[in-house]
Every structure is written in structure tokens, then in C-alpha cells.
């Protein structure tokens, strides 16, 4: 064995085998929301007075966010089982029961048939997932890297530095066909392969964690649940570039997520999983974590260099591209946390195994969370190809209160509203319908298109950065529009000036955020015609 | 009250490197000790990253987060990002308003509360969502976000009588 796995294995027998019965609390940002803080309170009470040998963990959300407060109880030699609807009343007779061995009330799921308590197979909201990403929330300890270790966390870490050349890690990713996942869906190897080619040095990894945009929460999760995945994810890629430093960026609200990633980098640097001579390799890299202040275009990847670089975060022309000309000049790879979360997992288990989920076109998984007026609110990772009806019926439990659909926004101020008649089509980027950065916002026959249209139309006026004319002039005079639609003022020059402004903004911007702020306008105006036409119709 | 030359920026800024990439972390770090960034703290954090003053204040009027101005002792921000609209969003707002006396953007009296809203907290799932000062409260209702507000309050107020 290599001095890197000697290293690993070392680490492996430090963590040993979890003892004793561990009640894992599920204690993202959502549970803490609806009072996970006072579950744990209660539990660990109950712990402490009842004398049972038992630890109650702080975890992240399993996704099931509509149970929350979620509890998952772990026992050697029991199947783990997950509570839903937990309260600090119903506490007690949690720890009582786990103690007894018997099955206390608002059993959800178990990992293993017992009583009738349904498997994640049989679960309506977890049967049609795959869970790579989010295998371990709401059952590993976050603050605890030790923990990680004992569900194989940092092994794909040691068997690259063990033996494997950065040139060979970057063909296994290309292998596996891994996307960007932060919305542009741009091959990943191929960006590092860009980067690592520079001959300028030194090289950077910048991680977009800016995660800014309504709607969408996934990246939060994944790092609240598992942040150690983010942190392997991280290191094999500055490998496979040849960084020696790293830059995350965190979104500035996103207080929750930076503490506990803050805290596992800690961990491993002083593990030697992070920092100089990684595992005793002779590779070294950097971390640092940068948080953001706000504003939708800092998730920008231009305007993210920007603002590490201490300038105001307006996007930058391209080219040259980042992989040539990045961070201070030089040549750097960004990635969305997402995308270098799905790193370990390839390595550790092969390309081709990655390659077999999703569709050809695109492979493995996407996060997504879905809200709105749905049954069952959460974050759940589906295969790639995933249609919208088993997204949002068969996952999702379909439209609260059992109403009629009437439209989905996908991708939020930078999304399309799909209306029911697309449940059928398989998502994957490029298709007709996309996955988008991963936000499903489901709206009910009650909602209007005119409103949430509008809504969305204001953020990105709001947010526009100023810096080229379509966007900055364009965004206000469409919600200009807008509003007199609403107001029930408008003529029918008005939509054709709409259509106009749209096409406009889209075309000439120079980012993402002008070019895409037009198309729930767009889509909205194909597919919910009748709602922006009948107001005008009305008047006449 | 804050006053210029405070000890409290001097040691917020000290740790980090006098380069003009420490510029929104020393903005930041200034910002959660002083919970806002007066014009005189906006020179200081120029000074000490090497960067003119008009930058600073470009980059400081940039970013949604920063403040210029001194909010109230608690900042309630509702969200009225989509997922929340379609989930009650807009009759809490309204309902908040009216049990506070406080006009959206605007803050009591007092100096209590400021209410703002925002186009998302990012707990989607768990809509309607209020935060105050920055702890998500999830299916909320005005009942439970008053009583947090109190709570909170109340929570100051003996920090500072310990303190």
C-alpha cells in the first residue's frame, strides 16, 4: 500500500464504529425553520434523564422537508428508521422507544422492512430518486469528519492520490460525462482539462456557491447534509488541475452551510485531508471560504472573479474565458458545488456506473428542490431524463389540495413557465424541457401568469448590474409593461412592444442574466397567451 | 451609538490582509459589528485595503446586503419570492404591517423593528417564510413571527443588562 493509503487506512481505524444508538435530527435550514432547534433540546433532555447510551446529531434534511421535523434513529443491528412530524412533545417517546427496540408513532421510512414502516423503495417521494449526492443526509454527522470517514467519505480522495495521474482523473470525468450543474451544463473535464493546459501558473478552483437564485436551495442542502463530499469533491479537482488554492465562494446568507463547511474544512486540514502535502502525496492546496452580500449577478462566474478580486461584481466580456484568463490573470476552473459534489462518487465507483444513470446526453442526477403548491415540498435528486409528472405527481405527491396544475416555473427569474401539456417530456439540459438549475416552483389553477411573471420580472430589473444598456433599460421598460397589463391598462401595442423588448434583451446582453431574464416573459406569452391578451381584450 | 475611530472596526479589520481582495470580507466584518457602514467606517475600510474611497462606496451601494444606513435592533425580512406569494406570502405581509405599525422598508418608532422583504430565503420548502434577523421561521404565521420578535427583543435587552 502507498504512504497515502496507509494514511487513509490510519484515519479509518481512528474512526472505528459508530456505538450506541444515534439520534440524528434533521436540522438543516428548513427543520431549523419549524423547530428542529427545540427537537434537539428535547431529545437530548430525554437522553440525559432517561440514562440511555445514545447521541443526539445536529444533521442536515434528507429532503423530506415537508415531514420536517425528521428525526432518523440509528441502532447497531436495527434498520434505520426515519420520523417525520416530530415535535419536542413526541420526543420522549422517541428515546423511550429506540431504548425498547420498538417503533414509536410517525414512522416514515425504514432502511430494511420491519412493521409495515415503508422502504425508501417503497416510499412514494424517495422510490423514484437516485441518491447519489444526497445518500447520506439526515443520517452522517456533519460536524463530525470522523463520522464521514465511516460511511467511505475521503476514500475516492485517497486511492487518486494513491496512484492515479491528474491527466487520468480528468479522462474518468470526461468518461462519466459529467455537466456543469449550475446552469450552462458545460462538460467539467473539459474545463479543468482547459485550465490544467495553461502553461501560465499558478492555477485556481473557484467554487460557485453563490446560489442566488429564487427558488432554488439545493446547494444549501447539499452542504448543510454532507459538506465533507463537497470538501473531497474540491481537492480531487484543484488535483486534477493543478491548483494550489482554492476559493469558495458562499452565498451571504447562506449562514448555516458556510459554518458547518467551514467547520469540516478545519477538520480535514487538521487531518491532513486539506492543506499541505494532502494524505502525504507531495499535492497541496489552499482553502479559503469567501462569503458573498447579495445580488443575483455575483453568481455570475465573471462577476464572481470580480468580486473576490474587490471590485464590484459586474460580469466581465469573455473571451478571454476564465480557464485562460481568470482569478488575478490566471488560469481557473469554476464549478458549481453540485458539480464537484458528483467528483467522489465517480471516481470511487467508475465512470461507466455514473454514465448508466440519467440519458445518454446527460448523465447521473439533479438536485432539485420543489415548492410552491405542492404536497410534498423538498429537495430530491432524480436521474437526469426525469419527466415533470413523476417529478411533481409521483415524487411530489402532486398539487396541494388535490387542485388542478396550471403551470411549472422552472428556473426561476432566469426560467420558462411550463405549462401541464409538457408533464411528458423527459428533462435534460437542451431538451424542450430543461432541469434548470434546479428550482421546480409548481403554481395552481388559482395563481396567475400575469403575477408571478411580474414578480419575476421585478427581481430582475432590481438586480440587473448596470453595466450594459439592453439588460439595465430593457428589464425596466418589460415591467413597465407589465404592470400596465396588470393594471388592466394596456393596448395590444403593448405586446408587441414586449415581444420586442424581449428579444432585444436577450440578444444583446452581455450575461446570462440579461439573456435569460427574458424568457419568462417569453414563455409566458406562449403558453399563457390568453392571460396577457385577455386583459388587454378586456378593455377594448 | 457608534462613533468614528471605534475600537470595535480597528479590531475588526486588523486580522485581515491589507490587499484590495479583502475588500468585501472587510466590509462584511465591519458590517456585523456595526450592523451598518457609515461613511466615516466606509474611509477606514479604504485606508486599510489600499483603495479609494469612491470604490469602496461603489462596492459598498453594489451589494444588496450591505446597508448604509443604521436598521432598526430587529431586521424582519419577508419573503415574497414566488414559492411564498403562492403560499400566503402577501396576507402575512400585510398582516405584519398592521400588528407592527411598521410600513414595508420602513422602521418603528422606537427603533424596534425594521421590515423589509426579500425575493427569497431560500427555504422554499417550508413557505411562507419570515426571517428575523436572519433565523429563517418557516410555515409562518403572524402569531409565531411576533412571539420570535418578542423573544428576540427580549433577548437584547437582557444581553444588555448583563452586559
Not at chain 2, 459598498?60 to 415574497?80: I, M, Q, S, Y
Request: with cysteine.
Amino acid at each position: 500500500m502507498s504512504t497515502v493509503q496507509n494514511r487513509y487506512a490510519d484515519l479509518q481505524v481512528r474512526a472505528g464504529r459508530a456505538e450506541g444508538i444515534r439520534f440524528v435530527v434533521g436540522a438543516g435550514g428548513c427543520g431549523l425553520a419549524v423547530g428542529a432547534g427545540d427537537v434537539v433540546g428535547a431529545l437530548r433532555q430525554t437522553v440525559a434523564r432517561q440514562g440511555v447510551a445514545a447521541v443526539v446529531v445536529e444533521g442536515g434534511c434528507n429532503g423530506m422537508c415537508y415531514a420536517a421535523v425528521l428525526v432518523s434513529v440509528l441502532a447497531p443491528g436495527r434498520p434505520t428508521i426515519t420520523y417525520g412530524g416530530v415535535t419536542p412533545e413526541s420526543a420522549a417517546d422517541l428515546v423511550a422507544a429506540a431504548a425498547a427496540g420498538r417503533i414509536a408513532s410517525g414512522a416514515a421510512v425504514a432502511s430494511a422492512p420491519i412493521d409495515g414502516v415503508p422502504t425508501a423503495a417503497e416510499h412514494p417521494f424517495l422510490a423514484g430518486q437516485a441518491r447519489i449526492l444526497s445518500e447520506l443526509w439526515g443520517l452522517v454527522d456533519p460536524g463530525d469528519l470522523f463520522d464521514a470517514i465511516r460511511h467511505g467519505t475521503y476514500l475516492a480522495l485517497a486511492q487518486v492520490l494513491g496512484g492515479m495521474a491528474p491527466e487520468a482523473v480528468i479522462a474518468t470525468v470526461k468518461q462519466a460525462g459529467l455537466i456543469g450543474r449550475g446552469g450552462a451544463s458545460f462538460p467539467a473535464a473539459i474545463k479543468w482539462e482547459g485550465a490544467r493546459n495553461q502553461p501560465n501558473a499558478p492555477k485556481y478552483l473557484l467554487v460557485n456557491f453563490e446560489e442566488g437564485e429564487p427558488g432554488v436551495y439545493k446547494d444549501r442542502h447539499l452542504v448543510e447534509g454532507d459538506p465533507h463530499r463537497l470538501v473531497e469533491g474540491m481537492v480531487i479537482a484543484a488535483y486534477a488541475i493543478g491548483a494550489e488554492r482554492a476559493v469558495v465562494f458562499v452565498n451571504g446568507e447562506a449562514e448555516l452551510a458556510a459554518e458547518r463547511l467551514q467547520h469540516a474544512l478545519a477538520q480535514a486540514q487538521r487531518e491532513g485531508l486539506v492543506g499541505q502535502n494532502v494524505l502525504g502525496s507531495g499535492f497541496s492546496v489552499d482553502v479559503e471560504v469567501r462569503r458573498g452580500a447579495g445580488g443575483y449577478i455575483l453568481g455570475e462566474e465573471t462577476a464572481l472573479m470580480n468580486a473576490v478580486e474587490g471590485f464590484r461584481s459586474q460580469p466581465r466580456l469573455r473571451p478571454p474565458f476564465p480557464v485562460e484568463f481568470g482569478l488575478w490573470g490566471k488560469p481557473t476552473a469554476i464549478n458549481n458545488v453540485e458539480t464537484l459534489a458528483n467528483v467522489p462518487a465517480i471516481l470511487a465507483n467508475g465512470p461507466e456506473w455514473f454514465a448508466a444513470v440519467g440519458t445518454a446526453r446527460a448523465t447521473g442526477t439533479k438536485l432539485i428542490g420543489i415548492s410552491g403548491n405542492i404536497a410534498r415540498p423538498g429537495l430530491v435528486e432524480i436521474p437526469m431524463g426525469t419527466t415533470l409528472r413523476r417529478l411533481i405527481y409521483d415524487i411530489g405527491g402532486g398539487v396541494a389540495g388535490g387542485r388542478e396544475l396550471k403551470a411549472i416555473v422552472i428556473g426561476g427569474p432566469s426560467g420558462n413557465l411550463v405549462p401541464p401539456s409538457l408533464l411528458d417530456v423527459p428533462m435534460e439540459p437542451g431538451a424542450q424541457v430543461i432541469p434548470g438549475t434546479g428550482g421546480h416552483i409548481v403554481l395552481d389553477d388559482r395563481q396567475s401568469a400575469l403575477d408571478v411573471v411580474r414578480t419575476l420580472a421585478k427581481f430582475n430589473a432590481q438586480e440587473s448590474c448596470g453595466k450594459c444598456t439592453p439588460c439595465r433599460e430593457g428589464m425596466p421598460r418589460m415591467l413597465a409593461v407589465l404592470d400596465r397589463l396588470a393594471a388592466g391598462q394596456a393596448d395590444a401595442s403593448d405586446l408587441d412592444e414586449l415581444r420586442e423588448l424581449a428579444e432585444i434583451v436577450q440578444a444583446a446582453s452581455l450575461c446570462g442574466l440579461g439573456q435569460m431574464g427574458a424568457l419568462p416573459i417569453q414563455s409566458s406569452l406562449r403558453h399563457f397567451a390568453g392571460e396577457f391578451g385577455g386583459r388587454v381584450m378586456g378593455d377594448r | 451609538m457608534v462613533e468614528p475611530h471605534d475600537d470595535r472596526l480597528r479590531r475588526a479589520l486588523a486580522p485581515l490582509p491589507r490587499e484590495r481582495t479583502m475588500l468585501l470580507p472587510a466590509l462584511l466584518a465591519v458590517q456585523r459589528e456595526l450592523r451598518f457602514l457609515p461613511l466615516w467606517a466606509i474611509e477606514q475600510v479604504g485606508r486599510h485595503v489600499r483603495v479609494p474611497k469612491s470604490e469602496v462606496y461603489g462596492v459598498a451601494t453594489h451589494f444588496p446586503l450591505l446597508r448604509l444606513e443604521e436598521p432598526g435592533e430587529t431586521v424582519v425580512k419577508v419573503c415574497t419570492g414566488v414559492s411564498c406569494r403562492v403560499n400566503g406570502a402577501g396576507k402575512l405581509l400585510a398582516e405584519l404591517q398592521a400588528a407592527l405599525g411598521v410600513e414595508l422598508g420602513g422602521t418603528a418608532a422606537d427603533g424596534s423593528v425594521t421590515l423589509e422583504e426579500t425575493a427569497c430565503a431560500f427555504l422554499c420548502s417550508v413557505a411562507p417564510v419570515v426571517e428575523i434577523e436572519g433565523c429563517g421561521c418557516g410555515r409562518a404565521t403572524v402569531e409565531r413571527v411576533l412571539a420570535l420578535i418578542r423573544e428576540r427583543t427580549a433577548e437584547e435587552r437582557n444581553g444588555e443588562a448583563v452586559a
